[in-house]
T-cell receptor, first 113, second 113 residues
């Protein structure tokens, strides 16, 4: 099993550009989430989904959009990149019928210049 | 609101025991987790404890939960240089952002040979 796959691993954007961070899981997990990790800030929840067709905002949703058309995929879209969005982004998935522990992808390191 | 607190740094000598502490605020937490993050990598679930347990042991890892004080600890016996990483405490909340985790800012464990 691949687990949670994130692409790309690294990305540099110019201010104002848009892009989509891809996330796919092959464990048939209902729950998926996007977190950003910044130095000294820990992990902060951006958006999450409890199933296909259902998404909701987390702690820091501004500037990001998500959709969940399938169980497997949960892309994160940056609408107009800003330097404040320079961060490491992690996608995670979970089976709510289990212990609830999330499986994380290896992350996307994004730099906005 | 929900909050998880951890000390930011811990330094130990190889072979000693490490104890990483965490406090949380939401008494309705069902599961509490410990994640490990090595440099440049995603988060790896180390262990978890259900809220009706006081202790869980898994090889070199011992988790202690004091629900009265809302205190969680992770003890690593015979700490090795390979244990050097950032350790995150996290709680899951029922009734809140369902299925999502609230993370502490992480404790950086440095193991000196």
């Amino acid at each position: 099993n691949a687990g949670v796959t994130q692409t790309p691993k690294f990305q540099v954007l110019k201010t104002g550009q848009s892009m989509t961070l891809q996330c796919a899981q092959d464990m048939n997990h209902e729950y998926m989430s996007w977190y950003r990790q910044d130095p000294g800030m820990g992990l902060r929840l951006i958006h999450y989904s409890v199933g296909a067709g259902i998404t909701d905002q987390g702690e820091v949703p501004n500037g990001y959009n998500v959709s969940r058309s399938t169980t497997e995929d949960f892309p994160l879209r940056l609408l107009s990149a800003a330097p404040s969005q320079t961060s490491v982004y992690f996608c995670a998935s979970s089976d709510p019928r289990g212990s609830g522990g999330y499986t994380f992808g290896s992350g996307t390191r994004l730099t906005v210049v | 609101g929900e909050d998880v607190e951890q000390s930011l740094f811990l330094s130990v000598r190889e072979g000693d025991s490490s104890v990483i502490n965490c406090t949380y605020t939401d008494s309705s937490s069902t599961y509490l987790y410990w994640y490990k993050q090595e440099p440049g990598a995603g988060l790896q679930l180390l262990t978890y404890i259900f809220s009706n347990m006081d202790m869980k042991q898994d090889q070199r890892l011992t988790v202690l939960l004091n629900k009265k004080d809302k205190h969680l600890s992770l003890r690593i016996a015979d700490t090795q240089t390979g244990d050097s990483a950032i350790y995150f405490c996290a709680e899951s909340i029922i009734g809140g952002s369902q299925g999502n985790l609230i993370f502490g800012k992480g404790t950086k464990l440095s193991v000196k040979p």
